[in-house]
């Protein structure tokens, strides 16, 4: 089992600096990865930052820890700039990055505040293409793509990810839907959330896990990857494991202080 640290960059982690130092806290205590959050609008007027500069400055001052958003709302991004961000940080960070990806979540909030669609299905069918196209672009070599929302003329992408096998690519959705799953079986990892915002149980890892099974025919080289607190993360990490869990992801409880978010950290996973 992997441990990594999620944090929501805004409010009063709308920092630059302050995530930074977060990331490198992280690294020193024994964290395996570093996840900021990936919205554009959470309430009027909160600060937020984007997370692809934040990445660019975490990768820079770490060595160690995987790093990428979790998640990424790829329908409202082009995939192409999206392929070129993730590249980039890719190369920065020496292959450390892992992409997370959906369709992005509050739709209103996210995507109808600025006229784009809100609508599931829509998003679903977005988010399908933009995976096609990141890793048509990523594979190297001449790329073309026509489909219903995006259009690619023949082009060729460098440089190409700095792992032969590409950029990791972990795959959101909301448990338990299944559309979601059948697409994460596709790439190389899930990142589950679950509806009713419950902790996970035993079972429904497993279940989980056997789904992915079930749809790749196999576990192997696939990561599950299981959010909830870092206390939580403490007490079940070995029931999650033992489900078929690889990573768990801790992010800190809502009302903690920056000082509280520090010594969480500081504290390490185990």
């Known amino acids: 089992m992997k441990y990594a640290i999620s944090l929501p960059n805004f409010g009063s ?24 959050w990936d919205h554009i609008v959470i309430e009027d007027g909160l600060s937020v930052a984007d997370p ?5 400055a975490i990768a820079a001052n770490t060595d160690r820890i995987a790093i990428g958003p979790m998640v990424t709302p790829l329908p409202r991004r082009r995939p192409w700039v999206l392929a070129r961000q993730a590249t980039t940080i890719d190369h920065l ?28 299905k829509q998003r679903a069918d977005m988010l399908e293409e933009g995976l096609i196209i990141l890793q048509g672009m990523w594979r190297g070599g001449r790329f073309s793509f026509d489909g219903e929302h995006y259009s690619v003329a023949p082009t060729q992408f460098e440089p190409r990810p700095v792992r032969e096998s590409g950029i990791p690519i972990w795959v959101a959705g909301m448990w338990p839907n299944q559309r979601p799953l059948r697409r994460a079986a ?7 959330v679950k509806m009713d915002m419950t902790p996970w149980t035993h079972d429904e890892v497993a279940e989980l896990a056997a789904i992915i099974e079930r749809e790749r025919g196999h576990l ?20 999650y494991s033992a489900a078929g869990a690889t990573w768990f992801i801790a992010g ?8 509280e978010v520090r010594a969480m950290i500081a504290s390490g996973p185990r």
């Open 186 to 192: 596709q790439h190389q990892g899930v990142y589950p």
């Open 93 to 120: 960070s020496g292959g450390r990055l892992i992409l997370g990806l959906g369709i992005g979540f509050p739709p209103q909030e996210e995507f109808g505040t600025f006229g784009e669609p809100i609508g599931d």
């Open 52 to 56: 692809w500069v934040l990445l660019g």
């Open 220 to 239: 192997d080289n696939f990561d599950i990857a299981i959010g909830w607190s870092v206390d939580a993360g403490r007490r079940l990490a070995a029931d």
């Open 13 to 36: 982690f709308a920092n630059g600096s302050l995530m930074t130092d977060l990331a490198v806290l992280a690294e020193e205590s024994g964290w395996d990865g570093f996840f900021p």
């Open 252 to 259: 800190p409880a809502p009302e903690l202080s920056l000082q």
